[in-house]
């Protein structure tokens, strides 16, 4: 092992540049990356507190600082920037671009080593499969910019978020679901994503936020629905995906207390039982994987919105589309010889799978693996081999830390290719 190789093994370097969550760090980290929520907070500088008070001017402000800055002002939401849309970011939203810029500095300055021999870290860069180009120029002029400023960044390269997924599974063939909070992209890999076979839903953990927060309403809970941060923690603890839902409703029916949805929010007095209504827990994780179902259709009558449709070149696919179906869709776009290969190993990577199974439920409940095998299996595709990735919303990070020690420091990036590193230096 060259000098070379052993020191980017040391200084490998994750970015996973997720629409609500922005997870960083290095090798050392271990299994888990940091995490920040991908938005800035534009201050108003011109505020008197800022003469009256000193200090440095932030003009944007991001990670946990950012309550600190919060002024009690209507304006909130026009100064906090989520720079993305689906893992997008627009090509002229300068605001959206500074944001960027700025946690993506806060990320690399924060793990800054103090070993004298540190020449920079080897970034791996983690988009969508369907970031456009230019959002590859703009994170690598990002990087050099960040570069300049602080010798961080000794080379950077950019992977799509599938394929970081398939390499930290060491899987060349099989199919990647990374379902985040905006959208799930459903990407059959051969050594690369199979681009004209991508179907992305627009659809993630934000939608099942959604439906939450109906039953919050519903449940006599509308005075908590305003806040996004409380309906998210709301569903990730009593969310179910249940096996079949017209049985799961049944039985949760019939013994409601066995299935009880209650809980006291930390550091709060405010208690949530759904009591009765728990069997509405099941909603939850079913309209993850299937909104089509025909309960959802109340909701959608008294206003609930639908996931939306996306246009990817001139193909339009409906965000109401079955997780399975949108699976089989995206494999018979591939080889007929290479379609038994992909469904042999499917991957499921994302928070938006990491449903828990409560000990007791399991006749009723099960993990995301499980209910993608039980869908597939109703339409008659049966021998899957479908994987939960450990902790599946950080596999995206882990991949990247798994590539920056893989690609050979004499690889440069090609646009061709789309592959090797970008160096400044
Ligand atoms: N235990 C859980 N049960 C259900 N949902 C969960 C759980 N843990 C996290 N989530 C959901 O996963 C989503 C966040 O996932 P992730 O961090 O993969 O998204 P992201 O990378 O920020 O977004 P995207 O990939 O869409 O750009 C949130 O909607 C969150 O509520
Ligand atoms: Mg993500």
Redesign the pocket.
Known sequence: MGLIDAYRRKYAFGE????????FGPITLGERPE?IE?RGYMPDTSSIMYRIVGGEVKRVVVGPEIPLYLEAREDLTERMIYP?R??VVDKDDKKAWDVIYEITKYGLTRFKPRDPNFKGFYVTAAL?VIAPKYMYEKIFDIHERIDEETKLVKAVTIIP?PLAVAIAHKKPTCVVL????????ICPISRYPIRRAIITLNR???D??VITAEILKDCGYGDLVHEEKLV??V??RI?LVPRNLDEAIKRARNEPERFRAAFKIPGTKIVIDLGENSWMRFLI?EY?FNPSHEVFESFFKRGMPRPKDVKIGDRIISGMMDMADAIIEAVQRCPVELQPYLYRDILL????????VPPGMEDVAVNAAEKIRLMLEEKGIENVNVILTKD???S?WRGCIVYSVAVPDDYEWNWDRMEGWMKFR
């Open positions: 996973d540049y997720g629409t609500s969550d922005y997870k995490i991908n993305m689906n893992g969508s978020q990374e379902s985040g909070h905006g959208n799930t992209q993630g953990g934000g099942a936020n998210r923690m569903k990730e969310g994780g993850a990577s994302g928070g938006n799978f990491a449903w828990k599946p919303q950080y995206v």
